[in-house]
């Protein structure tokens, strides 16, 4: 238990962080479909629901019960992996908030980050061989390294770490 009570210690303000971005990102998202429904069609009811929901699964493994949680007890380390790494992405995606951006932006801007996102090197890291790469290899590195223990010491690392999964 003397693990789980330095793990509050160190953490306390990454769940704040945490907290205030993902209630920013709960605000901003039907901000700007309400405003771009007013230009293009109205957005669909669906992708607030799925942009809600990702963002419930990401606000869980970063505060709450399973958050606390996770520090000591594998299944819900595990629970907290699958809530960030499979669910979250997945409802995020449903809810195309990069379609919602590209809407919003003045279309200069909007051109830019369409040809950032078909970068070279954009293309080379969500290649499925390369993305497979990097998650099993994460995951080696992770578990089968000291970064595990390191992880649970340093707030910077384990916000690092959460985002590779994410």
């Not at 590209?102 to 070279?120: C, Q, Y």
Request: charged content about 10%.
């Amino acid at each position: 238990m003397a693990v789980h009570g330095h793990a509050e210690q160190v953490f306390g303000g990454l769940e704040a962080a945490a907290v205030i971005v993902l209630a920013a990102l709960f605000v901003l998202y039907p901000m700007a479909a309400l405003v771009t429904g007013r230009t293009y069609r109205k957005w669909p009811l669906h992708r607030y629901v799925f942009w809600g929901g990702g963002l419930a699964a990401i606000a869980a493994v970063f505060s709450g019960p399973l958050a606390e949680l996770a520090h000591s007890n594998f299944r819900a380390h595990m629970a907290s992996h699958l809530l960030l790494g499979m669910l979250a992405p997945l409802l995020l995606l449903y809810a195309k908030p990069v379609t919602l951006l590209l809407r919003t932006l003045s279309i200069p801007a909007a051109r830019k980050l369409s040809r950032a996102l078909k970068s070279r090197s954009i293309k080379l890291v969500s290649h499925p061989v390369a993305a497979a790469f990097l998650n099993i290899g994460g995951l080696y590195v992770l578990y089968l390294t000291g970064l595990f223990e390191a992880m649970h010491r340093s707030e910077w690392l384990y916000a690092f770490i959460h985002l590779h999964v994410f």
